[in-house]
DNA sequence: GTTTCATTGACAATAATTTAACACAAGTTG
DNA sequence: CAACTTGTGTTAAATTATTGTCAATGAAAC
């Protein structure tokens, strides 16, 4: 029964839940919007009115407990639940997911990886090996999947969605340079990165423009 | 002398050429703001205001003509120079942005990969071999380059940023996690792929919370 | 040519987001 | 324990982004 909560804010969370993480590593007991502002280069309305869109974890007076907030935060996330995740795509990238440890700490369990060349099937990413995509709808029915990684060329990335929905996946964390058409109630979040690399090249070039004499 | 124009523009810029590429590769003529709207599920007003930010491409009656706004967009997002780079990490995530073959296609050619761990030194991504980090100073100067790419642990990014700046680097493509601190005329694209996990563990939550029964 | 039709470019209206302002509860100090 | 300070939560204002409308204009039809 949330009130929707726009985009921009939650884009905003992850970065908060750094720095207070980096705070608690320093063990900074206590922070208000003010310090925070500073610290992360943004206004201390913004720190207090994203906050509030969830409820009121400050008190006036002291601040906001790092531990505390942290924790909330962390919820609100939604990273207090255990995801099982399998990374269709065993190439380069694929690999580079599946390596990257923190994401088990986050609670992001990689169960499977797929791959439709035959010379990959078989090798391993940390204790997970990689099967053939004949095997993908069974996997997912029999291991509780919650989320599919597309590391896949954009050519093959739609069917293989399609593949991935009629079997039950909820979430898709899509980096195919494409546009998936599933249904809404599966989640998905793009990450484009070629799309990332021409923003740069725009920022290049009009800074560029912009400052020529 | 641009007037600024808004990052959600540019943002939505690279999404505009991929349709446009593919309706180019369907070989279609022109184009109307209406229909394209339909294709990308924005409203067409959205796309005659993103594109008149830079200018008519347009021709009442007409529409657009596909090869021709295909090739100013280009143009506006800086994909007419070529930039050479450097990739700076060459684990796996290092090793799937250099071997992606089609960033050259766009102009950005890879032209030298560092690390400073001994036993990646000397492999090669495509024909280019990884270097170990006290290169990387004097290849920066003497090669010409104008984009780093920070595939590395944020532990050592901020330090890494600082060489990378010392030494004349205008642009970072930045997959560490952590903020960097670079002054104004450096352009940082940030890729927080963690950030982005948890958007979608958000999207998952928050669905499952407004539609449980 | 002249008329009709399609569709842009411009702008006005609306919506969303960000920043500022401030009342007041909670802490702190002498 | 009274006066003072801090800093939240909230409401209001400003800014920015998106959408809807329509006159102007060029293309197509005849």
Redesign the pocket.
């Known amino acids: 029964m949330d009130k929707d909560i ?4 939650i884009s905003r969370l992850p970065r908060y839940l750094r720095y207070l993480g980096e705070l608690k590593d320093k063990n900074v007991e206590r922070i ?3 310090e925070l502002s500073v610290l992360m280069k ?5 720190i ?2 994203d ?2 869109n969830f409820g ?9 407990n790092v531990d505390y907030l942290y924790s909330e935060i962390s919820k609100i996330l939604g990273l207090e639940h255990q995801y099982n995740f399998i990374i269709i795509g065993a190439g380069n990238l694929g690999k580079a997911l599946g390596g990257y440890l923190n994401f088990e700490k986050r609670g992001f369990i990689l169960k499977g990886m797929f791959d439709k060349n035959p010379d990959l099937i078989g090798t391993e990413v940390r204790d997970v090996k990689v099967m053939p995509m004949e095997e993908l709808p069974a996997f997912i029915r029999s291991n509780d999947i919650d989320i599919a990684v597309l590391t896949i060329p954009k050519e093959g990335a739609v069917l293989v969605a399609k593949v991935l929905v009629e079997n039950g996946i909820k979430a898709i964390w899509n980096f195919a340079h494409v546009d998936l058409d599933v249904p809404e109630y599966v989640q998905v979040e793009n990450v484009h990165l070629s799309d990332s690399l021409m923003k740069l090249s725009y920022n290049i070039s009009s800074y560029n423009e912009n400052n020529k004499q």
Chains 1, 2 share one sequence.
Request: charged content about 5%; glycine content about 16%.
């Open positions: 726009s985009q921009a804010v208000s919007s003010s943004v206004t201390a309305s913004q207090r009115q906050l509030n009121g974890f400050g008190q006036q007076g002291y601040g906001y």
